[in-house]
Nanobody, 125 residues
């Protein structure tokens, strides 16, 4: 079994900051891509940011245009954890934020995307 557990959501005023964390646990051989998606009421789930690579010094990151320059994604391989530092938050960032990780459970397994349960971020005006 593999579990992703998010934390760090909450209520913040516009212009403020939050840091989300997502820890993967269970039977894990390797993690490739980790990332964050979000979904606001009435909207489809959308990409926020991803970070790809299992080399501790060589990652590729990707951001939605709406968060570039404000959000930073990072990861700690030793802890199987991905972070999302969110600065200059806007009311339109309000959503449920979901963590996702592309994981192999053994050397011969296929890659599978696992999702967390989500953490709510609410930005007030």
């Amino acid at each position: 079994q593999v579990q992703l557990v998010e934390s760090g959501g909450g209520l913040v005023q516009a212009g403020g900051s939050l840091r989300l964390s997502c820890a993967a646990s269970g039977s894990i051989f390797s993690i490739n891509t980790m990332g964050w998606y979000r979904q606001a009421p009435g909207n489809e789930r959308e990409l926020v940011a991803t970070i790809t690579g299992d080399d501790a010094t060589n990652y590729a990151t990707n951001y939605a245009d709406s968060v570039k320059g404000r959000f930073t994604i990072s990861r700690d391989n030793a802890a199987n954890t991905v972070y999302l530092q969110m600065n200059v938050l806007k009311p339109e960032d309000t959503a449920m934020y979901y963590c996702v990780a592309k994981i192999r459970r053994t050397r011969v397994d296929i890659w599978i995307h696992y999702w967390g349960q989500g953490t709510q971020v609410t930005v007030s005006t």
